[in-house]
């Protein structure tokens, strides 16, 4: 098992931190380009919103595939092969010729996007030691959140030069690059135990899994979570692209680096986890996330990006701690218990723009803001009872 701070975990840190950026700048370039492509083909925000929530669909689709995949047939050339075929589609879409066209190579995208997120953290449970999993994983979702930064700011900036072919060629170069720096740095793994691949047992894992609630509250917590948090930076684009903001694509895409609050909240996320119980963590990182929120109903540009930051790392803290729950507590076939956190996780991406669609409607952003307390009441509920588990794994037993 490779120790924490070692020569190897860090090399191995490091690929998988890679190959999570690049997977979140193939996912979320498109973002701040969407009021314009709204205007563009002149659909609506639901309609356009759905580039987004497409991709998050398909990717929560593939990990049902990816996760029990791994379990028998390895993780690295699942990861090498689907990073290597997201940068193409990236290409592709720089040619799309209609919207519909662009909606079919998201949805594919997104599938093949999925094959990372999938086995990444089951890679790190068969490779590394406890102490350095907690570790490993704060740094890889923190990658999430730079990767995320990145296809935004990336995705704004070359559309503003040469409009959305620009923005997805240069997300698809920057891949291609990326894939080979990754081939090369990611170790084969050595603690690794093939199961053969049974689809009776694979959905019997699966199933357990969801049978067990300590799992199950973690892969609600999360999903819902991201639900709001995702959604809320669509919505939050419409917003300040109108007046009195007026913000141009490159602007927006600047927006996006409020998610470095997120970046630090998971990386000091095991950290915080090592001194404090890690369900009274996500507990404060949900408060965190409704507080963001207050702070974003402000007129003022400078205190809707405080409250996007203070969003982004109440939610990441949640997030990378819910996280490592799961691969703490799965009785077996981490693959596929990783694999359904993250599927509740971009289900719940996908699902948002229907949930928040009719409170913007009602109210524009106060209405969004409404919609999110609402499903964030109920994460909170979530984590309290994630906090009186771990009080009473931690009573001895009286024989």
């Known amino acids: 098992m490779i120790e924490a701070k070692t020569r190897a975990w860090w090399r191995a840190t490091l690929a998988l931190c890679l190959g999570s950026f690049l997977v979140f ?44 995949l ?9 990861m090498r092969i689907t990073l290597l075929l997201a940068g193409g589609c990236s290409i592709a879409l ?10 079919f190579l998201r949805l594919m995208q997104g599938f093949v996007l999925g094959g990372l997120p999938a086995v990444a953290i089951a890679w790190m449970g068969d490779e590394f030691e406890k102490p350095a999993l907690l570790s490993a994983v704060g740094l890889y979702i923190g990658a999430n959140s730079l990767g995320g930064i990145s296809g935004r700011i990336v995705g704004g900036g070359a559309a503003e030069i040469g409009g959305p072919t620009a923005a997805f060629l240069a997300v698809g170069i920057m891949t291609l690059i990326g894939c080979g720096v990754f081939w090369r740095l990611l170790p084969n793994s050595r603690a690794f135990t093939p199961q053969r691949f049974e689809l009776r047992k694979a959905a019997s894992d699966l199933a ?21 948090f995702i959604n809320q930076y669509s919505y939050i684009t419409f917003r300040l692209a109108a007046a009195p903001y007026q913000l141009a694509a490159s602007g927006l895409g600047l927006i996006f680096l409020t998610y ?20 009274a963590c996500m507990m404060v990182g949900v408060v965190i996330l409704m507080l963001g929120t207050a702070i974003t109903l402000a007129d003022s540009l400078l205190l809707i990006i405080v409250g996007l930051t203070v969003n982004a790392f109440g939610f990441f803290l949640a997030h990378s701690l819910a996280s490592s729950w799961v691969g703490r ?26 949930w928040l669609e009719p409170f913007w409607r009602w109210a524009g952003w106060a209405g969004v803001s409404v919609g999110s307390w609402l499903l964030l009441s109920i994460t909170l509920l979530i984590a309290c009872g994630l906090c009186r588990f771990e009080r009473r794994q931690a009573k001895p037993v009286v024989s």
């Open 70 to 78: 791994s379990d028998a047939i390895g993780r690295e050339g699942i």
């Open 94 to 103: 720089a040619f799309a010729p209609t919207f519909e066209s662009l909606l």
């Open 25 to 68: 700048i193939n996912l979320y370039a498109p973002q701040p380009l969407l009021p314009g492509l709204k205007e563009a083909y002149q659909v609506s925000t639901l309609g356009v919103s759905l580039l987004m929530s497409v991709s998050t669909l398909s990717l929560a689709i593939a990990l049902l595939v990816f996760g029990p």
């Open 208 to 228: 357990s899994h969801l049978r067990n609630p300590v799992l199950l509250a973690a892969y609600c917590l999360g999903g819902i979570n991201f639900l709001i």
């Open 260 to 279: 470095l609050g997120g970046t630090f909240g998971s990386m000091i996320s095991g950290r915080l986890a090592g001194r404090f119980s890690p369900a």
């Open 329 to 354: 507590y799965a009785q077996g076939a981490r693959g596929s218990a990783s694999a359904l956190y993250l599927v509740f996780y971009y289900l719940g991406a996908s699902l948002g723009g229907f």
